[in-house]
């Protein structure tokens, strides 16, 4: 499939950093080449919550969490994201709730809750991510599914990424690999790129309809050992994180745990399935 190409930008990644350098590359008139050894959005940039606060910054992040979602939001109108949308946050404690619920979200009916933030949003990130490489397409990009093995180098320049075996020449690359940068030690023995890896599940729900009314919740750490975050979809899929129980991996045990390996944690799946119960009846008897 690389025999013969060539390029002048090779990314390497195809998550949401990957795909995004992607678009907004052919929006500057260039026609990348993208390198994605499993799949679009298959690693984090597919299984991540997508919530989105614009006013969680502080000092010199602050502006950063602007941009970041007003930029959200203007990818979601440009590029046809429908999972996109604003929604309210409720906070929600441990104390079970006594009385009724609240009046705007009865769904949230076992644990006191209080209004956290309006200005909040969330995306499917799988979504935005896959968007954002069929629009990178369309504009001129191109995409390969096959492992990045190396580089070439010319003096103190990189020329071209070896890609199961073959080169493919280029002018620039840009590695957009999440966690699996570490993998660019090896490929440029002077670079150095500091990583620990937090590997985390999470659940989702296909529910038969979408719930309504929409907000997302955030839970206090519980008896449980998680705090979960509670995002129901668009899509009619409840999706839940915060199970506890991460582990935290090392340089080595990254570059050494390909993304078609990562599974999620059958305990901390049972444990967090039990927790949910403990803060909302809204996914019922519906199985994660």
Known sequence: VTEGLSADVVVVGGGIVGCASAYF?????????????????????????GFLAREWGSGATQ????QGFDLHEKLASDL???????????????RPLRGAPPREFPWVDKAVSQPM??????????????RMMDAAIANGASLVVGTVEGVKRDRNRVSAVVVDGKQVDCGTVVFALGPWSVLVEKWLPEVRVPMQGVLSSSLLFRMPTAVEPPCALFCGEDDFGCHLEVNPRKDSTVYVCGLGGSRYLDEGQIAALPPSEVKPNPERVKVAWQALRTKTTVTGDVEP
């Not at 502006?63 to 602007?66: A, C, N, V, Y």
């Not at 046809?80 to 441990?94: A, I, K, M, Q």
């Open 25 to 49: 590359l052919t929006l500057c008139g260039y026609k990348p080449l993208v390198v994605e050894r499993c799949g679009v959005a298959c690693a984090a940039s597919g299984r991540a919550g």
């Open 80 to 94: 046809g994201v429908e999972s996109f949308r604003r929604l309210p946050t409720l906070s929600v404690g441990d």
């Open 63 to 66: 502006e950063l969490h602007h």
């Open 117 to 130: 933030d309006d200005c909040t949003a969330q995306v499917n990130p799988k979504e935005i991510t896959a």
